[in-house]
């Protein structure tokens, strides 16, 4: 079956850089949610687009921004990179309202750096 | 604060008995529970879920239990095997549907031939 593709699946960059992950969910799912995760810590949530629409927010800084486009595929741009950003930043999906029980389906993340 | 809570960052088991997981919550709005297993520089994979509706779910080896009077729900695994061993998360949502999750700090499980 089908997963969630992410891209790049390693990222190395110096500080004040900017990055950009992407995100493909899987086929007819239309909720896409990016988390960030620490060393050591638990996922904690980024952002999370429904039907190409910002659904939700959580601890996003202001120097990341997402979108999501009409493929359904999701980008986070990352500008002004810190040592602190160098985290696994995981992307999921979700048929969204078409499954009540809320169960998200995560890529394999993308281990950034930042050097 | 942490919303989530799994208190035992580790477990070690015998191959072939149980593993037991435990996780607390304490926002009441949750009604969606969920376990992931994550082995390293992989993405959490869904394991198994249950509803604020019902006590108990089942899944071949794993079983999840929930007592929503004590915010508390288990995760067995029954037998458990080497290849089980990984970190699990609790994690847990709000009205279902494109809700985020919120996560426990995981639980990492090692089972022993």
């Known amino acids: 079956a089908a997963g969630v593709i992410q891209s790049p699946r390693h990222l190395i960059k110096e500080k004040r850089e900017t990055a950009t992950l992407k995100c493909y969910p899987i086929?007819?799912?239309?909720?896409v949610y990016w988390y960030q995760q620490g060393p050591g810590q638990d996922p904690q949530f980024l952002i999370s687009f429904y039907e190409k629409m910002q659904s939700d927010k959580g601890s996003i800084p202001d120097r990341f921004s997402a979108q999501q486009f009409s493929d359904y595929h999701s980008e986070l741009n990352m500008s002004s990179l810190e040592l602190g950003d160098s985290a696994l930043y995981f992307c999921?999906?979700?048929?969204?309202?078409?499954?009540?029980?809320?169960?998200?389906?995560f890529g394999p993340g993308t281990r950034l750096t930042v050097l | 604060d942490q919303q989530v809570k799994q208190n035992s960052p580790s477990l070690s088991v015998q191959e072939g008995r149980i593993s037991i997981l435990n996780c607390d919550y304490t926002?009441?709005?949750?009604?969606?529970f969920l376990w992931y297993k994550k082995y390293p520089a992989e993405g959490p994979t869904f394991l198994i879920s249950i509803s604020s509706i019902k006590d108990k779910n089942e899944d071949g080896r794993f079983t999840v239990f929930l007592n929503k009077s004590a915010k508390h729900l288990s995760l067995h695994i029954v037998p458990s095997q080497p290849g089980d061993s990984a970190v699990y998360f609790c994690?847990?949502?709000?009205?279902?549907?494109?809700?985020?999750?919120?996560f426990g700090k995981g639980t990492k499980l090692t089972v022993n031939p």
């Open positions: 086929p007819r799912h239309d909720t």
């Open positions: 999921a999906s979700s048929p969204g309202f078409r499954d009540p029980t809320g169960t998200q389906y």
């Open positions: 926002n009441s709005m949750f009604d969606y």
């Open positions: 994690a847990a949502s709000a009205q279902g549907g494109s809700e985020k999750l919120v």
